[in-house]
């Protein structure tokens, strides 16, 4: 049986309320809206917090607004259900609203929301385990030990950024805003990560993610497609996000392509990016793109599956979500 | 000879589709299974295991445990107070002594006023080992100079000590260049298979591995004991697929009479093997110590870790054969990994290689080795899904090594009644040349080139394949005895103490209703605790429907007969005369002379009534199994680049002698199925190099969901089993006997790829692919 550790729970009704209780309450205390992630990592001890503040009640982090020419506001408490099922992002955001879509099941996404996906912990084999296993194998740097086991040698750890939704965000240049009571700050999503898989995210422990904005996405096409096991519930352990922007004449105008699950951070592929932009899309362009993007990719051997399959799929994965875009481009004429 | 019933019986109810009684309490969460009883009082216990594969325990200290309030005990080895056992049967030494020998062995029992506060106490108790090298690969265990998985117990010592195995006397089970871990088994043998090898023209030889797999049923390992407050007597309520064995274990570790045990009849909720005797022993002895009752429940952690899962296994089959397409020799060594324990169904293993196919030289030499892992144990059709998947797939490579159609070779090769069998005599009647014709003549297999090029438009550029595989399970027998009470509302009561693990109560409701000419409604089937249950047997092997509904035949026959000698009275007509039909006794052609069961049961129950109680009692011991067999057909669409399988379409055929209830019949075929294509494609139980569980969970051990399982068309074959109800022969194990097999065989019609190892993994597949693609065009892969 695994247990929670004891804690006290805060249910704030505003924003301002919440940030002032993280900030008495100290580093002993988390942020937790749908506990998807966190309650589970209490569970094995990941996380053993003193109080949890509950983020279920903030009006300011509902709602989804806006349009495809000005952009879209999320607020951070949305569950991944309404983002995959709403009709403003899956007509002009599909990257989006598929990774949320992928995520998990039902369940979870009907409880589990975008900021939190955005925030989910680092995962790795030797970290999300319980107690018992961790304490059975020595403990890894990240909880409670000293050393990395996956790579011994290393003085960092490499725990995997494993979010769905983080890589499409990445890649639709999203933009978020975190709020403390020390002020505001709104910073392209990439500021938000670090790639340490100790600490990935550069959130500090008394902000909170209000909300997420996406920039307008008119001529843009997107996709995500995500490398796991079975067809839900799993991690990813591979995902492609990619959008595209062609020009009139079919070359393309602008091109991102990030990848999940392969590092501690959403990873941006630029050299593929760069080689990409300006180009007629031809087979051989696709081909050589995904392999350069595939060069980003460096997985260790600390996931479902093994690294050298993990490292097969990527430009494979890749040029698939390329040619999903190229295609449908050709296949609809152009916009 | 048929049974008179049979032929009496104008089978209006056989073979028809009915609900299952208990169906609408399990559905609607009503049923109440052993975790469910809560008695005042109750006391949780949690295990304290072993984070070390192999260790020596150099100390347990309770201390800390037993200082935190609402811990009540802690008990180890020392203190349990069980009586001593030689090591063979893990549930008669359920906490280790000095010794652990695989990770999540358990040290110590702690009991306390609450499961969380037993969780507490578990982890305060501190445990000093001295770690010992690991064995974790059975292979690797066989080498000489591999560690030994054990050091305090002689593996091959303890197996010819053990009961369960029926070594001959005086069994050596030694061989040159095999470490201690590795015990030889007897071979079994027919003809000589030097001369078999030396007349083959084609030799094919494949070497295949498979991964250990949990048998993973809904309920977990659940036992709660009720002491009495004033004598040694116990109340068990338990998961267990056999009471009585519960109870003789009970007995055997604690030194009691069985009369002081009472295993109580509860539903189970899945079993597959898994679930004979584990915990019952030590939360038993917790409970007569404490004087107060105690509840074990294990985690799905738990399970996963300290379970008794099915054997990994590594098989080399070689297989010779003339030109012509005749077998000559089948030659196996099957390396069984036993686990920290002897696997009690080893000796079984070896007979799946000569149960298929007519060959006059045949050679199968198994070894039985010990690791640092829990014990194996059954798992529907033990070792069938690996035997098979091996022996299966190495006669469609030969098949395709001689250009010969594998449905016409196994048709020309499958047993049939009146073939020698091993270890002697003859095949009864059995149905797998019948099994092998209903696929034959299924579009899927007789129109497999249409068949094969229609694929989804989502799954363009994937390949697909079309696999058949066969498979058999030799049934089991043991006696069994029911009871038939008539009802002063006409209705019967069917008295049983078996496990209904899988449905079987619908096919014995039907059987009495059948005989008694009943609606199915009218008959209840009820289940008895070990105080008063007639005789019956571990639910398992296939054999309640087969073994048991002989029985509850001849309790309804035997009830019939009072029936109808106490209403031909009530009649004054002939016996010959009368027919049972709704209920009633009616003379045959004048349909208003008649007389209700009530009527019957009122002059048989009533405060001076004339006749004697309408109870009937049937006993029944068949002589010999009734064999099972099917056949299977996988489509699958498999994407080379990535390694990605779909399963499109299945059609399994099975002779189950006679389908009783065919609605549970092909839901034993849907669940079998599905079973096998985690064994084919997902599950293992995965260990670190340390041997520890890398596989904890349901999110790191697959399971197929839903998605994974596609439509299962079942063809149920019907060849009479002399001795089986109605002609039934079992339906549990086989369904999941061929699968592996067949999508293995459809994998490679797909890739033109022989995979070896199970599961058959995307990353396998893809390595597989790109080996053949680079020219190195070796004709098999691991995975």
Redesign the interface.
């Known amino acids: ?3 929670l550790p004891p804690f006290r729970y805060l249910a704030p009704r505003t924003l301002s309320e919440a940030t002032r209780l993280l900030a008495e309450e100290g580093p002993q205390a988390m942020p937790v809206a749908g506990g998807t992630d966190l309650l589970p990592n209490m569970k094995r001890r990941q996380f053993t917090p003193a109080v949890l503040v509950g983020l279920r009640r903030l009006r300011e982090l509902k709602g989804i607004s806006g349009s495809p020419d000005v952009g879209v506001r999320i607020g951070a408490g949305e569950t991944l259900t309404s983002i995959s099922n709403h009709p403003l992002i899956r007509a002009h955001y599909p990257a989006l609203a598929l990774a949320a879509a992928a995520v998990s099941t039902p369940q979870l996404r009907n409880a589990g929301t975008i900021g939190g996906n955005i925030l989910l912990d680092t995962r790795c ?1 030797y970290y999300n ?2 107690e ?2 961790r ?3 020595g403990y890894c740097m990240k909880r409670d030990g000293s050393i990395c086991l996956v790579a011994p040698g290393s003085p960092r750890c490499w725990a995997i950024s494993s979010a769905d939704t983080a890589p499409v965000l990445v890649a639709l240049q999203a933009r978020v805003r975190l709020v403390s009571v020390r002020g505001e700050r709104e910073i392209p999503i990439q500021e938000l990560f670090y790639d340490d898989g100790m600490r990935p995210y550069t959130r500090e422990a008394d902000e909170i993610l209000q909300e997420i904005w996406l920039p307008p996405a008119l001529g843009w096409r997107s996709t995500y497609l995500k ?1 796991r ?7 990813p352990i591979l995902g492609v996000a990619v959008a595209l922007r062609r020009e009139p004449d079919g070359r393309i105008g602008d091109a991102r392509i990030t990848l999940g699950a392969v590092a501690s951070h959403p990873v941006e592929a630029e050299e593929a990016m760069a080689r990409l932009r300006g180009q007629q899309p031809t087979p051989t362009l696709l081909q050589e793109v995904a392999t350069l993007a595939a060069k980003r990719a460096r997985p260790l051997d600390n996931a ?3 690294i ?2 993990r490292k ?2 990527t430009p ?1 994965y890749v040029r698939r979500a390329l040619d999903l875009l190229v295609e449908a481009e050709q296949g609809s004429g152009a916009e | 000879m048929l049974h008179e019933a049979q032929r009496q019986a104008s089978s209006v109810l056989i073979g028809t589709a009915l609900p299952r009684q208990d169906g609408e309490a399990k559905v609607s969460g009503r049923a109440r299974y052993a975790g469910d009883h809560l008695p005042a009082g109750v006391l949780h216990a949690r295990l304290v295991t072993s984070p070390y594969a192999h260790a020596f325990i150099r100390r347990i200290n309770p201390s800390a445990a037993l200082a935190l309030p609402g811990v009540v005990a802690v008990f180890t080895a020392a203190n349990l107070g069980l009586r001593s056992s030689d090591g063979s049967v893990r549930s008669l030494e359920p906490l280790a002594g000095t010794e652990v020998c695989w990770c999540g062995h358990p040290v110590a029992l702690v009991v306390a006023e609450t499961e969380a506060l037993a969780e507490d106490g578990a982890a305060a108790v501190e445990v000093d080992y001295e770690p010992l090298p690991a064995v974790l690969d059975p292979e690797a265990a066989c080498r000489p100079g591999a560690p030994r998985a054990c050091l305090q117990r002689d593996f091959r010592e303890t197996l010819r000590q053990s009961h369960a195995l029926f070594l001959p006397p005086g069994t050596s089970l030694e061989e040159e260049g095999l470490s201690p871990n590795a015990a030889a088994l007897p071979p079994l043998r027919m003809g000589k298979i030097e001369e078999g090898l030396r007349e083959a023209e084609v030799i094919v030889e494949e070497h295949y591995r498979t991964s250990p797999v949990h048998q993973s049923y809904l309920e977990p390992q659940t036992v709660l004991v009720v002491p009495d407050a004033h004598t040694r007597q116990l109340t068990i309520y338990s998961s267990t697929q056999g009471l009585l064995n519960a109870r003789r274990a009970v007995a055997l570790a604690l030194g009691l009479s069985e009369r002081q045990i009472h295993v109580e009849p509860v539903p189970v909720g899945g079993g597959f093997g898994g679930k004979e005797v584990l915990l019952e022993p030590l939360v038993a002895a917790a409970a007569l110590q404490l004087r107060r009752p105690v509840r074990l429940v294990y985690t799905r952690q738990e399970e996963l870790l300290a379970g008794n899962p099915a054997p990994q296994t590594a098989i080399t089959v070689k297989l010779g054969a003339r030109r012509d397409g005749t077998l000559t020799a089948i030659q196996v060594r099957l390396i069984l990994d036993s686990g920290a324990y002897p696997y009690p169904l080893a000796g079984l293993s070896g007979f799946h290689f000569s149960n298929l196919y007519r060959c006059p030289h045949l050679a199968i030499q198994s070894y039985l080795v010990q690791t640092n892992k829990p014990g194996s144990a059954a798992y529907r059709a033990p070792t069938g899904p690996q035997a098979y998947f091996a022996l299966e797939s190495t006669v469609d490579e030969l098949c395709r090594r001689l250009g010969l159609d594998p449905l016409a070779f196994r048709l020309r090769h499958a047993l049939r009644e009146g073939d020698a069998r091993v270890p002697g005599g003859r095949w009864p009647r059995i149905g797998l040349v019948e099994c092998l014709e209903a696929v034959g003549s299924h579009p899927l297999w007789s129109e497999r080139e249409r068949v094969r090029s229609e694929l989804p438009a989502e799954l363009s550029g994937w390949r697909v394949g079309i696999g058949l595989a066969a498979g058999g399970w030799p049934g089991a027998t043991e006696p069994a005895a029911a009871l038939c009470r008539l009802e002063s509302d006409g209705s019967c009561t069917v008295i049983v103490g078996s496990v209904d693990m899988s449905g079987s109560d619908s096919s014995l409701a039907l059987i009495a209703a059948e005989v008694l000419g009943l609606p199915p409604r009218a008959v209840t089937v009820v289940h008895e605790g070990t105080d008063t249950m007639p005789y019956s047997g571990l639910t398992a092997g296939s054999k309640t429907t087969y073994a048991l509904g002989s029985a509850v035949l001849a309790a309804a026959q035997d009830a019939r007969e009072q029936i109808l000698t106490i209403a031909s009275e009530l009649l004054e007509a002939a016996r010959e005369d009368l027919e049972l039909r709704d209920g009633r006794v009616t003379v045959r052609g004048v349909p208003d002379k008649y007389v209700t069961f009530q009527q019957v049961a009122a002059n048989s129950t009533n405060f001076g009534a004339r006749y004697a109680p309408v109870f009937g009692r049937g006993r029944s011991a068949n002589a010999t199994s009734g064999p099972m067999f099917a056949v299977h057909l996988a489509k699958v669409a498999v994407d080379p680049e990535t390694g990605e399988v779909r399963v499109l379409d299945y059609v399994a055929a099975q002779d189950v002698g006679r389908a009783l209830n065919r609605g549970e019949v092909e839901g034993q075929i849907y669940g079998g199925v599905a079973q096998g294509i985690g064994w084919a494609l997902q599950e293992r139980l995965v260990y670190g190099e340390e041997g520890q569980l890398l596989t904890g969970t349901l999110m790191d051990y697959a399971l197929p969901h839903s998605q994974d399982v596609p439509s299962i068309t079942p063809l149920i074959v019907e060849v009479p089993c002399e001795l089986g109800p109605f002609g039934a022969r079992g339906a549990g194990e086989p369904p999941v006997v061929p699968v592996a097999a067949a999508i293995g065989n459809a994998l490679r019609d797909a890739l033109g790829l022989r995979l070896t190892e199970l599961p058959m993994t995307p990353e396998g597949i893809v390595r597989a692919w790109q080996e053949s693609e680079s020219g190195n065009r070796t004709p098999s892969a691991g995975s």
């Open positions: 049986m695994l247990r084999n385990q319980t018992f296993w304490h059975s194998i490398l096991r079975r067809g839900s519930f799993d991690f479902d599956l093994t050298t399959y097969q799929l494979i």
